[in-house]
């Protein structure tokens, strides 16, 4: 049985996802010949820590009480980056919000955990889209992970799929839909009619889009995504400003009805040709791989070796950017001697 | 840097296409730290054996001339099952021709090299549609490792993905196009309204289809290909003959056109949801993911965690079914101490 004591840091949506599948698939996770156990989890205004493990179903429902801080383990004043460096932990996993203008709080985060000798786990893309180089050497150079499944469509697998699964592949282009909310409300758009604004509208009461937009329709989320991909798949030195960015506020529907009678789709398209990376609308055809519908996402990834290969899954949510974490995890685990 | 020595069983198109890539992917595999060095290729007549390794483009020149025997490590009478015992070697590439009937020769060349502790990757389907089980329980009892990521739909990543990236998750149904040269016939029927007739008899001009075509028109080899993903991603004990079977040869047209005009295609899908595994002509909705045309294929797994993921790409080909084998063979040598 190889153990491994993990610590999450930004205690939202994503790290109770994270501590909930910690605790469904305990079972599954053992037979697979792997024991995590849970010793500190990190929020904005204290960390709770046991080095003996906390209790998953307790810890939930504090959480759901908004009453974390009267757990026995929770210390008030201790910062998250201080717990980083000073749990006794294998793999952190840094789950805080995203912003691709800093980085922050999780570029430090991750630069702390790293350069205190911890395998990082991350579906935060801000540090990665900002820092990616700099970050990776840095993990090389403290001989340990820093893998990021969960920042690139949670519910598909890229990156490990890539590593193991395509390995020996070079990849030669990356082309696809990498946000939902943006998908959704095209597709919306396509097949009723409707203008930007309504669909947006419609987005916002089904809590597929945020009160402010912005990060989604303007393609931010996208082309931070692009950024990783083709740094990671494709060993491009590209920052988040390098990519060509447009969105789909200006899109309307004469433009969308135009495109559907000659038998087209106007989809949000991350894509990285030659030295070019760029999120703009583009036509898709009807009948195209890459044309799927509602909250999707899809990812076609050319390789010199097994050609197209076309990925297709949730882009988001609790439990599919859990699992993208957990896999990441288990990969630590299973690669330690 | 990690090494292993290769031996080819079977070298046709497929091993071929090994050699080949073996060859022109030596300097990226190096930089993954992994050297591979080809000691043995063995062929119905004869094998060549050279355990200080074989040169690829020396072999592949005699191969193309039809000359194997001229090669100085040529062993005239030397059987593939006594290369399999005999050779030193750590991974044996079985890739001669499915036989869903028998599974042999290859089900021996599996069973001997797996009992003589040597592991086995293959693109074989047929042992594995037949004794699954046996095969994984000898593995284990031998201590090696037995993959197969080639046997199903060759350019597309589906047992290393769900291993790796999707690990932790459960499988819950397995559905789709399993069979590029039926979908080849089907997507042609569909767009331009011809016979299956007329649409094999193009198939089988263009390479795509075999002049005896039953194998994958009857649905043979889409059987095959699910009694595998049954056995190795939902622990299904399921043997190929218990597979319900109806192939695409009484397809009309009328049928494809009333199925189009209510806005589905006609699709060769194979199934596995609850206990029931079957391969059968199903609707597709147009717009579906799983609608993919010409020879690709397309798998939707329904997991868990991430819920529906779907997969598409190259179904099978010389390059791309090799490209399956070496992922196989890099993470049998990743893996090892």
Same sequence: chains 1, 2.
Avoid at 166 to 187: D, M
Avoid at 284 to 298: M, R
Wanted: proline residues 3%; charged residues 30%; neutral net charge.
């Amino acid at each position: 049985m190889k153990e491994a004591r993990v610590m999450i840091v930004g205690f939202g949506v994503v790290g109770e996802g994270v501590a909930e599948v910690l605790d469904s698939k305990k079972k599954q996770l053992e037979k697979l010949g792997v024991k995590l156990s849970l010793v500190a989890v990190c929020e904005k205004d204290g960390c709770i820590v046991d080095e003996k493990g906390i209790g998953v179903s307790e810890l939930l429902k504090l959480k759901k009480a908004g009453e974390l801080q009267k757990h026995s383990g929770w210390k008030k004043k201790m910062r998250s980056v201080d717990a980083i460096r000073e749990v006794d932990c294998d793999i952190v996993v840094e789950v805080t919000p995203t912003n691709v203008e800093s980085g922050e709080p999780g570029l430090t985060h991750i630069a702390t955990a790293l350069d205190s000798k911890k395998h990082v786990v991350t579906s935060n893309k801000g540090p990665l889209a900002l820092k990616f180089s700099e970050l990776v050497e840095k993990a090389e150079k403290n001989n340990v992970e820093l893998k990021y499944e969960a920042t690139v469509c949670g519910g598909m697998p890229v990156f490990n799929m890539v590593e193991n699964a395509l390995a020996s592949n070079e990849i030669k282009s990356i082309k696809g839909i990498l946000n939902g909310t943006t998908n959704f409300i095209l597709s919306r758009m396509h097949e009723t009619g409707v203008t930007f604004e309504v669909a947006l509208k419609e987005a916002k009461e089904m809590g597929i889009a945020e009160e402010k937009p912005d990060y989604d329709v303007k393609g931010i989320d996208a082309a931070a995504k692009i950024t990783i991909l083709a740094n990671a798949l494709m060993g491009r030195k590209l920052a988040y400003k390098d990519v060509k960015r447009v969105g789909i506020e200006e899109i309307i529907p004469e433009g969308i009805a135009l495109a559907k009678k000659s038998g087209f789709a106007i989809k949000l398209i991350g894509e990285i040709t030659g030295d070019k990376a760029s999120v703009s609308p583009q036509l898709i055809p009807l009948g195209h791989p890459l044309n799927v519908g509602g909250t999707l996402n899809a990812l076609m990834l050319e390789t010199d070796l097994a050609k197209e290969v076309i990925v297709i899954g949730r882009g988001a949510g609790k439990i599919e950017t859990a699992s993208a974490i957990i896999s990441d995890v288990l990969e630590i685990v299973k690669s330690r001697k």
